[in-house]
């Protein structure tokens, strides 16, 4: 039997779901099925489909107290809303179930793990099985509290349960923390058999141990092995701008040395996950014809009072992301799934940008994924995105300082909010390779295939879809630009 409190979400998503017409939401990014969305949470293959969950509140379009919503698709594309798989109805979970992960049982069963957070803002790790559908809370729950944290480690800081199985069969589980004190944050790494009875084995990562600390709050950690590499991605708080991080919240991945026999991780490299302003909580899964595909929350914390007016949705995904390693960098492109939503391709070859703005017949849109090749820039090239007489958003390209800027600050925001940020690129001087996938309220670049991401929302109206070209002096563009088919999403 349902809780009451989970039956009234599932009542009210089911009634209020399809009310959001198809034009109000995004051509191919998930929503939610109604009110807010941030992180995604269980993302996992079972049963023949991809599910996502979601921090889910479907009253209102502002965070409030967690619910997990519940979306499945065959391609990471078309997604259709299943009911809403939690809701804050247990004693350990009274103020919110908070992200966590799923994994599939040796019985078949799929079992979530997650935060629970109760009176006084106490976080365990809870976990809930069931069928894909319908979850069941386990009596057991909490299945890590305070007594299973180090001394050190507050339990009002303690969560986002992030499971795998090693090569034995046993599970792992990393969790986020933090010290009492509040000068530290961590990642801790749990073990267990039958993933129902965990057992501390380790502090997986320090902040307070990198040679530049990341933040102040580690957040939603995700551990696998990609290309004979270790890969550890993390979300922080409170970040300080420097020349690889942008300031606020924003996520990282460390590239390191583990030893399964102990658990030890070493990190040794680290990089900006995505170098947009939106781009958050990040989780990963292996498909099943074995590529690692990663998504993530396309929102900041910094920016949510900012909503268009009157939307009853607010919060999206990121485009699913295939990861590889080259050269030592974690690299990212859009799932190979959307180019079978590409349609009406129109091409031009090296046309000669100047201190005009010019528009190119057939490049026009707000629902289009963009190959480009700039060549022999000698000054600043800027491509102006979801562009009307009024708003524009650019992409502006500084070959003199190996810079790319994304700017959304003209495109019709009312507010001072984060709406700049840069990254450095590497690459032949005068030489850059973009891939953008501008969806109705978002664009997402990525550079000279995949070695840097940058991910921002973007509210202008939707008759801002002219793109222009400028250069400060003579610069060469190619480019392919398809309009892509718009993915509709189901209630089921
Ligand atoms: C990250 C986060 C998580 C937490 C969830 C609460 O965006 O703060 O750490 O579990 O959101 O909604």
């Known amino acids: 039997m349902d809780s009451e409190i989970l039956q009234r979400a599932r009542?009210?998503?089911?009634?209020?779901?399809?009310?959001?017409?198809?034009?109000?939401?995004?051509?191919?990014?998930?929503?939610?099925?109604?009110g807010w969305m941030n992180?995604?949470?269980?993302?996992?293959?079972?049963?023949?489909?991809?599910?996502?969950?979601y921090q889910y509140y479907p009253y209102s379009t502002h965070w409030n107290s967690m619910h997990w919503g519940h979306?499945?698709?065959?391609?990471?594309?078309?997604?259709?809303?299943?009911?809403?798989?939690?809701?804050?109805?247990?004693?350990?979970?009274?103020?919110?179930?908070?992200s966590g992960c799923a994994v599939t049982l040796p019985d078949g069963r799929q079992e979530l793990i997650y935060t629970g957070v109760s009176h006084g803002g106490i976080q365990t790790q809870c976990v809930a099985t069931g069928d894909g559908r319908n979850y069941k809370k386990a009596a057991v729950n909490p299945v890590l509290s305070e007594k299973d944290l180090p001394p050190e480690v507050s339990p009002v800081d303690f969560r986002d349960p992030k499971a795998w199985q090693e090569a034995d069969g046993t599970y792992r589980m990393?969790?986020?923390?933090?010290?009492?004190?509040?000068?530290?944050?961590?990642?801790?790494?749990?073990?267990?058999?039958?993933a129902l009875h965990w057992r501390f084995v380790r502090t997986f990562l320090r902040n307070s141990e990198l040679r530049e600390p990341i933040g102040r709050m580690f957040e939603c950690p995700d551990f696998f092995l990609l290309d004979g590499q270790y890969v550890l991605l993390g979300s922080s708080q409170d970040m300080e701008g420097s020349a690889k991080y942008h300031s606020g919240n924003g996520s990282f991945c460390l590239l390191g040395n583990y030893d399964a026999a102990t658990g030890a991780f070493v990190p040794e490299t680290d990089?900006?996950?995505?170098?947009g302003i939106d781009f958050y909580a990040a989780q990963t899964i292996l498909s099943p014809d074995g590529r690692r595909i990663m998504i993530g929350w396309m929102q900041n914390w910094d920016t949510v009072g900012i909503q268009p007016e009157g939307c009853r949705w607010f919060g999206q995904m990121s485009i699913p992301r295939e990861l590889f390693l080259r050269n030592g960098h974690l690299c990212q492109q859009p799932i190979r799934e959307l180019k079978e939503l590409r349609k009406d391709p129109v091409t031009y070859r090296n046309v000669v940008?100047?201190?005009?703005?010019?528009?190119?017949?057939?490049?026009?849109?707000?629902?289009?994924?963009?190959?480009?090749?700039?060549?022999?820039?000698?000054?600043?090239?800027?491509?102006?995105?979801?562009?009307?007489?009024?708003h524009h958003t650019d992409l502006i390209y500084r070959p003199q300082e190996s810079l790319l800027t994304l700017d959304r600050s003209v495109s019709g925001t009312r507010r001072a909010g984060a709406d700049v940020c840069s990254t450095k690129i590497s690459g032949g001087y005068g030489h850059l390779r973009l891939r953008i996938v501008l969806d109705r309220f978002s664009v997402e670049v990525f550079v000279n295939d995949g070695e840097?991401?940058?991910?921002?929302?973007?509210?202008?109206?939707e008759h801002a879809d002219h793109i222009r070209f400028l250069a400060?002096?003579?610069?060469?563009?190619?480019?392919?630009?398809?309009?892509?088919?718009?993915?509709?999403?189901?209630?089921?």
């Open 452 to 461: 840097k991401a940058l991910s921002m929302t973007l509210y202008s109206e």
């Open 71 to 98: 979306a499945v698709s065959r391609d990471l594309l078309h997604w259709s809303y299943l009911p809403a798989a939690l809701a804050p109805d247990a004693d350990w979970d009274r103020e919110g179930c908070f």
């Open 11 to 34: 009542t009210y998503e089911s009634q209020m779901g399809h009310k959001i017409r198809e034009e109000e939401r995004p051509g191919f990014h998930l929503t939610p099925c109604v």
């Open 472 to 492: 400060t002096a003579p610069a060469e563009l190619s480019m392919t630009a398809w309009q892509i088919r718009q993915a509709v999403m189901k209630e089921k």
């Open 174 to 194: 990393l969790c986020a923390a933090r010290s009492r004190d509040g000068g530290d944050t961590m990642f801790l790494l749990y073990e267990s058999r039958d």
């Open 353 to 390: 940008l100047g201190r005009d703005p010019v528009e190119l017949s057939g490049i026009r849109g707000r629902r289009l994924d963009l190959e480009a090749e700039i060549e022999r820039a000698q000054g600043t090239v800027i491509l102006s995105l979801a562009a009307d007489e009024k």
């Open 271 to 275: 990089q900006c996950l995505d170098a």
């Open 39 to 53: 992180d995604p949470n269980g993302f996992c293959y079972y049963g023949g489909m991809y599910h996502l969950f």
